[in-house]
């Protein structure tokens, strides 16, 4: 089953290659009123999640709202809350090995169900580029934290999301590696619209998106941003 058939994953990021460019994509839906009253804004080198209005006061507001994406001069980093303010820099070597040490002490988000926080990065350096995923989700014996270094494949991206499945509470986690998919949209601009649409609901079903983010890099070149919201 591809992650693009979920009905509701949560929160969700893809890192991959795609037209020769190094891409991340961060997405996010929502149930609840708050969680929809929010969007996606870029302000200098980083990417935000805020709220369009005074409904996102009606939920927990620090794990409403938060830096998304970072970008820093030799790479960037996205994640789903404010553990992002963790990775404070990124050195010019094995990015999964920081990820794993920056958060060392995290757990998963302080709410009903456990929600996994999710965080990757890619890194460039003279020797090309190197990427990572990371996840904090709930274990039967308390905290399990897994994270995998990236092979950039051209046309393929490696996907992690917090849900995985329908939309039932309890709300079942994240489970396993993270998923290959393809990449196949050109530019940041069509993969941030056609992400976007991928999770369109179908007849009879209620609309969960909130945002999709897609960010093409190329070595030696400015990024390519787009963001594609719900609500702006």
């Known amino acids: 089953m591809s992650p693009f058939d979920f009905i509701y ?6 890192i991959g290659k795609d037209a020769g460019a190094y891409v991340v994509v961060y997405g996010a ?9 929010r969007c996606f804004v870029q302000k200098g080198n980083g990417i935000f999640m805020g709220g369009v209005d005074e409904t996102v006061k009606q939920g927990n507001q620090e794990l409403l709202e938060y830096p998304a994406v970072q970008m820093f001069d030799n790479g960037i980093v996205v994640a ?3 553990h992002i303010k963790h990775i404070t ?3 010019s070597r094995d990015a999964r090995q920081q990820l794993s040490y920056a958060l060392t002490e ?11 926080r999710i965080t990757g990065c890619i890194i460039e350096s003279s020797k090309g580029v190197d990427g990572a995923l990371h996840i904090v989700r709930s274990a039967s014996d308390g905290i399990d ?16 999301g917090t849900y995985i499945g329908d939309d039932v509470k309890p709300t079942p986690s994240f489970a396993g590696d993270p998923i290959s998919v393809p990449l196949a949209f050109g530019s940041a601009k069509i993969a941030a619209k056609g992400i976007f649409d991928l999770y369109a609901p179908k007849v009879g079903q209620l609309d969960y998106r909130v945002g999709v983010i897609a960010i093409y890099k190329k070595l030696g070149e400015q990024a390519e941003i787009a963001i594609v919201n719900r609500i702006s």
């Open 29 to 37: 839906t929502g149930r609840s009123p708050s969680s929809l009253a």
């Open 145 to 160: 934290h897994a994270s995998w270094s990236l092979s950039f494949e051209e046309g393929v991206g490696s996907y992690i």
């Open 89 to 91: 820099e990124l050195q």
């Open 106 to 116: 995290e757990a998963y988000e302080p709410d009903e169900y456990r929600t996994p």
């Open 9 to 14: 994953p949560g929160r969700f990021m893809i």
């Open 80 to 82: 789903n809350g404010t």
